[in-house]
Each structure stands twice: as C-alpha cells, then as structure tokens.
C-alpha cells in the first residue's frame, strides 16, 4: 500500500514524540478525490462544531496534480484550527476503501471517525455526543448520523429539525459513510474496508454488512446533522449493488442471524 502514497505532510500544533494512542483526541479521517470546491466549507464545519481535539487526517486518492495542490493548500490554511493535521496523497487513483484504510493505519486518536470532502457540519458537539453514544451502546460498531441528500433511512427533509430528536437513537441495518463513529476494538475485529468495492457506497454496505455477521449493531443517532452537498449517479449505484451481490452470493450470517449475506445485499441496495 505504502508504494502509492505521493506524499506525507503533517501540520501540528503539538509535536508528538511517539506513536501511542492521543487519549481524548478525535481522529477523523476525511477522504478526497479530484474536487477541491466542498473542501474549505467542509473543514470550516468541523473546526467550528467539534467539541473535543481533533487529529484531521486529509487522504487525497490519487487527484490530478492540479487539484491537488489546491487541495493540499486548503488543507494547509486549516493547521491552525485543528490539534494535528495530516495530508497524504496518492500518485494513482484509489478507491475509497483503501483511502479510508490508509488514514485509519495512521490514525492516533482515542476515538474514530470517518466523513467525506462533501459534508458539511451542522450539529454543535458532535464528537462528545457521538463519544457518549458509542458509551451507551457499546456493541455498536458503527454510529451513524442523519444527512440531507444521502441515501438509505438516514435521509431527512431540508426542514428536519435535530431538536425535535433529541437523544434518539436506532438501530439499522446499514450506515451511510457520511459520518461515522467506528470502535476501534471492533474494527480489529471486523478487518479492513474491502478495497475491491470501489463504487460509491459499495465500501459503506460491505462493511455494515460484515459488522451486523460479526454480532455487533450499527447505530443511528437521529440529534446529528450534516449536508451532503454532492452525488452520485444511477449507474454507481447499481454497479456497488451487483458488486455486493457478486461478493456474498449465497453465503449465509451466523445461525443466530435470520438473515442471508444475500439477503441484506438485496434490500440495501434496491434502488430506488
């Protein structure tokens, strides 16, 4: 993996003298490629809605040399606002998956987040109410929150109104990469982001597939927002849903399980 990485550049407000794991420090790793005009809106969001130190952890997957210098430029205005920052960048395309796996390999931080260059952060203390909601429902391995212009059940109207959910949560059957809180115990568990799924959100309905056959839960939190400003197209979609399908076939879940591989794959992916 390390032989496409481009290049590795860290902005830090406090040098780090080891490797161990920063107790009370947000990692959230954000993934990139080939766009750059979402991205100061979306580190803005953050830096002014994150209620605990943030490690920000910028992986660019493999973007022109153009773009990518803005985006490496953006980024660098942002050093100032965060704990660490850190910038990678690919010299060949990457999918998503292993964009995602390459910042949670150096991620640091005590808790685990991960988003996209296209959200925008609405919701005041997201860290600290996602913290005490992984506290809560300690066997979840994935905690999710609402968006605009998502998909799944986590899509809400432009006048949703997160007060009106306060301390609502609910389990659900897949979770949307828009924002997510990951257990770190669970993900050494559950292993890596498949890096063959590269279709948008074939990563997100692979993983919460292997989550709920590993006996955890995934979790929605219904008092968190974000906007999702971009989106893909018809013919993305149904290529993640045949690559899901092609994956898992007729494998079953464990027997506690009623259902099949299959059978989660069909109806996360219907489109609609």
Known sequence: MRSIIEIVIIWSAKVYSDMKPLAGICSVVLTVYNRDEYLSDCLWSISNTADMPIELIVV???????IKDKIVSIVKNFEDSFSQV???????RISAAEAINIGIGIARGEHLFITNDDIFFETGNWCSKMVNCSIEYPNAAIIGVMGHYTYNEQTVRLDYDTKQHIGCVRNTKQIAGILCKIDKQAFDS??????????????????????????YELVVMEDILVHHRAHGSKEDWDKARESILDKYGDCEVNPDNMDTYIGIAKRIYEYK
């Open 60 to 66: 660019d997957g493999g973007s022109c040399s153009a």
């Open 86 to 92: 850190k910038m990678i960048a690919c010299k060949e």
């Open 190 to 215: 559950i292993g890596l982001y498949d890096e063959n799924i590269s279709y948008q959100g074939g990563g997100d309905g692979d993983y919460s597939i292997r989550v709920l056959a590993s006996g």
